[in-house]
């Protein structure tokens, strides 16, 4: 640890942290619980859990795949919104187990981080971990993307320390492989990109037994076991569709478009906006709506704007240092080099995709590039100016936010009609609160 962060360390007690902490937690939560719910895929996840709460049925399929008009297969999704409903019946029920569960995960994250990278300092890691936009807007609220997250931590943490050129050493080999089977089936449960994590865990298999092939016969036990820890609520999926119809329902999914290939340049832009301050996705879907949330918050622009270039400035840095040859650690460069490969995998998968790139849609790959990032942001932080303008970015972050608080609070939040959702709880008809996509769709079929 550097001199400025022991000292840091040294001036905060073991309150302090906590508190600190709580509070973290707390920002986290209320800016969950006013964002976005009347969007069209917050909406619908928010509807899986209430349907299961009101009707009392087993939730067999999750999200929808709106491309081809299938579910995720498996009730975790389900289970983890309407499952508060049953031990709280309020509205905001499910945003405080998703915050818990989220925040707990980021825990993992920067705690995993710190011993990897300890010189960097802990007001930035900290802070960028819980208030960075893509740890803020995307892990907060209800949203399948945002319980992606809490696997994806787990399985990255988990292939790192099982492959010999990025392993430190700080997580042991059978907690690793029971991570990674662990992290596989929870997002197989909340969205498709888990294939992907599925090939690359093969890929960590193949590496690791090369390595000690006996201690990855071991390794297979522990990484089920995990599987069956995250799967055991796909279960009754498998047995209510058999193991046949769960897999063709994925596999409608897989479409042939090698022409995405060509979008290597804008994958690769939002693989690394992972890790930098993105703030134009988070304002407004195109440059209209953009431009009108700067004319709106007007006192926030100036910051949203230095902001925004500075994201841009942030991920360029990640991109140029991913093939620029600089002085690095083994462990560093076995990182860099699994982020390369990480990049090419999401890229490749697109040519397998039916739908075409989207940040949010590769958002498993978050952890890695964060790790990656992590390991520029302790070299560049020992300069005094690049510490101050961290505080800066931080304060741009800050204002910017407040500013996207306000504006779902009024616009988009759960706040906008509160009293239609607490009526279909007490009530127990999720109806009254909306449609499911999967029974419209049916409708549709049967008109047809």
Not at 200 to 219: H, N, P, Q
Not at 354 to 378: C, D, G, N, Q, T
């Amino acid at each position: 640890m550097s001199s400025a962060a022991a000292g840091t360390s040294r001036r905060l007690t073991r309150p302090a942290v906590v508190g600190l902490f709580a509070a973290a937690f707390l920002v986290r939560l209320l800016f969950g619980v006013t964002n976005d719910f009347w969007g069209d895929d917050e909406f619908q996840v928010y509807l899986i859990g209430l349907q299961f709460y009101t009707t009392g049925i087993w939730p067999l399929y999750g999200p929808d795949v709106v491309y081809t008009h299938t579910q995720v297969p498996g009730g975790l999704q389900g289970l983890l919104v309407g499952g508060p409903l049953w031990i709280v019946q309020e509205p905001e029920a499910p945003y405080a187990l998703l915050n818990v569960l989220s925040f707990a995960a980021l825990l993992l994250l920067g705690w995993y981080v710190a011993r990897r990278q300890p010189d960097v300092p802990r007001w930035w890691l900290w802070s960028w971990m819980f208030f960075s936009p893509w740890t803020l807007n995307m892990s907060a609220h209800v949203v399948n993307t945002s319980y992606v997250m809490i696997g994806a931590i787990v399985y990255t943490i988990s292939a790192l320390e099982l492959v010999p050129a990025t392993r430190a050493g700080i997580v042991r080999r059978a907690l690793a492989w029971f991570g990674l089977g662990f992290g596989v089936l929870w997002v197989y449960q909340e969205h498709l990109s888990a294939a992907l994590l599925a090939l690359l865990a093969a890929v960590v298999f193949v590496v690791a037994w090369r390595e000690d092939a006996r201690g990855a016969r071991r390794g297979i036990g522990w990484a089920a076991l995990g599987g069956v820890v995250a799967g055991a609520t796909l279960l009754p999926t498998v047995l209510a569709a058999g193991a046949g119809g769960v897999a063709a329902r994925t596999g409608a999914n897989l479409v042939f478009e090698p022409a995405n290939l060509l979008r290597f340049p804008q994958v690769a832009a939002q693989f690394f906006s992972f890790a930098s301050l993105e703030l134009p996705r988070f304002i407004g879907g195109n440059t209209d709506e953009r431009l009108a949330f700067l004319a709106r918050f007007w006192w926030a622009a100036p910051f949203v704007v230095a902001g925004a270039i500075v994201g841009v400035v942030q991920a360029a840095v990640l991109a140029i240092g991913l093939v620029v040859p600089r002085v690095e650690s083994p462990q560093e460069r076995g990182v860099r080099r699994a982020t390369a490969i990480a990049l090419g995998a999401v890229a490749a998968s697109f040519v397998f995709s039916v739908r075409r790139p989207a940040s949010h849609a590769f958002y498993i790959a978050m952890p890695l590039v964060v790790i990656y990032a992590f390991s520029w942001w302790e070299r560049l932080l020992r300069w005094s100016w690049c510490r101050r303008v961290a505080v800066a970015v931080l304060i741009a972050s800050a204002v910017a936010h407040v500013a996207i608080a306000r504006r779902n609070f009024t616009d988009r939040s759960l706040y906008r009609d509160r009293a239609l959702v607490v009526r279909a709880i007490q009530e127990k008809n999720y109806r009254l609160l909306g449609e499911r996509r999967p029974d419209i769709w049916r409708l549709e079929r049967e008109v047809r």
